[in-house]
């Protein structure tokens, strides 16, 4: 018996979640879990039911659209491992945790290859038996070393996401547009606070008393695409910033996991610059 995601982005309307359980019903489809949202502020509906069942998915896709308020969106996936290409500089904890949780089964992806402009995690990356690849951004304008990059994803084939683990260069339009909703970043501050280079410098002197990170999908301006996942943890005085920094390393790469882990589970709906996240 075959279990499906079913996604739906719709006006709202009184009636939909019954009419869709009703669909389920008629396709004898047994629900597993349903949740479900109302932005009132912009008259959004969001729900993702989980479903099992034998059922022919476009009869079943058919059935819901006839039910569904116009322009409504519809996407039913089967759960599998997603193809993912992750990106990184120089910093390991990020990109490590990632392997780790992969290597461990946690994480519904199949990771096709680590791009990188330096070499210097490929020893790392080496003992999980998942390929790296140098494209080094040396003596290169940053458009020509993006272009060798995207060439080297558009070689693999369903490329679902790419996961910048610490990748610290900043991307050009182009790249974004050529990979919408599909870039997912980890910023070492808790947004929208402290953007930019070394925040954890901006953090001490500010004497903040908390410190955070922050994974978001990456559009064109710089640090403000939507949020998925933020974490915090207590500071105080005694702490130097480089102190922050070791800590904010941890919460890094954990935010980065969590928010990765949701993206593979289907759970995040995106709309406005804001995440919906079951």
């Given at each position: 018996m075959a279990q499906y995601r079913v996604l739906i982005d719709a006006n709202d309307e009184k009636g939909i979640v019954h009419k869709v359980s009703t669909v389920f019903y008629n396709f004898d489809l047994n629900i597993l879990s349903n949740n479900e949202f109302v932005?009132?502020?912009n008259n959004k509906f969001f729900m993702r039911s989980v479903v099992d069942g034998d059922v022919d998915l476009d009869s079943l896709s058919t059935a819901l659209i006839k039910v569904l308020p116009q322009k409504s969106t519809l996407k039913i996936v089967a759960?599998?491992?997603?193809?993912i290409i992750i990106m990184a500089t120089k910093e390991m904890h990020a990109l490590g945790d990632i392997l780790i949780r992969h290597e461990a089964g946690e994480l519904e992806a199949n990771i096709l290859c680590v791009i990188s402009n330096y070499d210097i995690l490929e020893s790392l990356v080496s003992?999980?038996?998942i390929p790296f690849i140098t494209i080094s951004h040396e003596n290169l304008e940053?458009?020509?070393?993006e272009a060798k990059i995207i060439d080297c994803i558009n070689a693999f084939?369903?490329?679902?996401y790419i996961v910048l683990a610490k990748y610290m260069r900043i991307l050009n339009p182009s790249f974004v547009e050529a990979f919408e909703n599909k870039i997912i970043n980890i910023h070492h501050s808790f947004l929208p606070a402290f953007i930019g280079a070394n925040p954890y410098k901006q953090a001490y002197n500010r004497g903040v008393k908390i410190i955070g990170a922050t994974a978001h999908f990456v559009n064109n301006n710089l640090d403000e695409g939507p949020i998925i996942a933020q974490e915090v943890v207590h500071v105080n005085h005694a702490y130097g910033w480089r102190d922050m920094q070791r800590l904010g390393k941890d919460v890094e790469k954990i935010v980065l996991s969590q928010a990765l882990k949701l993206a593979l589970e289907n759970r995040i709906f995106i709309h406005a610059n804001k995440t919906v996240i079951f």
């Open positions: 932005d009132k502020e759960p599998k491992k997603k193809n003992k999980f038996d940053r458009a020509e070393h084939e369903d490329v679902e």
